[in-house]
């Protein structure tokens, strides 16, 4: 519920994105994070990205959904090869989140 794969995975894609949108992430509290972790999402995305879609920061929320997006489009990582369920199950969660997001 602190750091995981997910977080180890995207943060080349999201902190970058996060730096330039500027402020601090506020970690989800426990409850909105189980929902995550009970389906797998939470080990996909990460703690950090899974705040940030959530965040009052409308820039935040963008950063998230780009980095998400540029992980998904660029090479496979190996331990998804033959077994991408939990990615693309993922990737639907982020992007019901992000096509709700008024402001994206």
């Known amino acids: ?3 995981n794969d ?8 999201l902190n970058p994105l996060l730096l330039q949108a500027g402020g601090s992430v506020e970690k989800l509290g426990l409850e909105a994070l189980r929902r995550a ?12 990205l899974w705040s940030a ?11 998230a959904t780009q980095a998400f997006l540029d992980y998904v489009t660029g090479p496979l990582p190996p331990k998804y090869e033959g077994k ?6 993922a990737a639907c969660d982020v992007a ?4 709700r ?3 994206l």
């Open 84 to 89: 991408t369920k939990k990615l693309f199950l």
């Open 101 to 103: 997001d008024k402001l």
């Open 96 to 99: 019901q989140i992000a096509c």
């Open 6 to 13: 997910g977080d180890t995975d995207l943060e080349p894609y």
């Open 53 to 63: 879609l959530h965040s009052e920061t409308w820039r935040h929320r963008e950063a």
């Open 37 to 48: 972790l009970s389906d797998g999402t939470l080990l996909v995305v990460g703690v950090k």
């Open 1 to 3: 519920m602190e750091y």
